[in-house]
């Protein structure tokens, strides 16, 4: 409430309640769930309490979830972030110098992406929700991978739909999109190992695909039936 901590109290029967004693001037009320609640903490105000009757404030409400903060280091610029949520579900946000937030988290595990235009490479973590402000990435710059996709006689497949998941990160599939020549696809994925899906009409294949730092990378995928 004001800048005397003792000027406290908790909620009663209907989330009403009662600071007493407070000086007649201006006063910011912090309001605070108890642990493991589906709410956040947050501020309001100022208020004026009454100084010969009761000053009434009007209903305050909380926002649901929880804060992620973080920053990102050795990124280009033009950076957007992406968290999938442990409901599945996928929040969007801007980087603004190297930092962003993202509101609204429920209790699980988090999986953040930030990426730049061109996809040329990422940040990425697997964060336990609440988490401490704030989470620190590494952007990692793209290599090449020039996938080779065969279907089951050895020739080349055409029109493949290409999913790439960090096996490092645990973070959900990145979908990808690239021109083929003769079944060769170059993909821009950050180093580390690759769980690479692909599929084709009536075909689909995936296999591990180890990304080295500082050099581009060839695999083969097959394709089967």
Known sequence: ASADPADATTTGPGGLFLLDGLPPEPVDLRVAPPAGSPFRATSFGP???GADAAARTPPLLLPSGHVLRGRVSGGPADLRCE?????????????????????????????????????RGAARAVVRIPAGWPLDLVWRDAQTLTLHVIGPGGGPVTNVEIAARSAD????????????VDGLYTLPLEPGTWLVTARSQDLAGSGPVVVPAGTPARATLRLAR
């Not at 110098?97 to 988090?110: R, S």
């Not at 990160?169 to 083929?180: C, I, V």
Request: hydrophobic letters at 40%; a negative charge.
């Open 83 to 119: 968290v999938v949520d442990a409901t599945g579900e996928r929040v969007r946000v801007p980087v603004v110098e190297g930092a962003f937030e993202v509101e609204g988290l429920p209790v699980g595990d988090a999986h953040v992406e930030v990426t730049g235009a061109g996809g």
């Open 47 to 49: 208020f004026m309490p």
């Open 169 to 180: 990160a645990g973070a959900p599939p990145t979908e990808l999109s690239a021109g083929d």
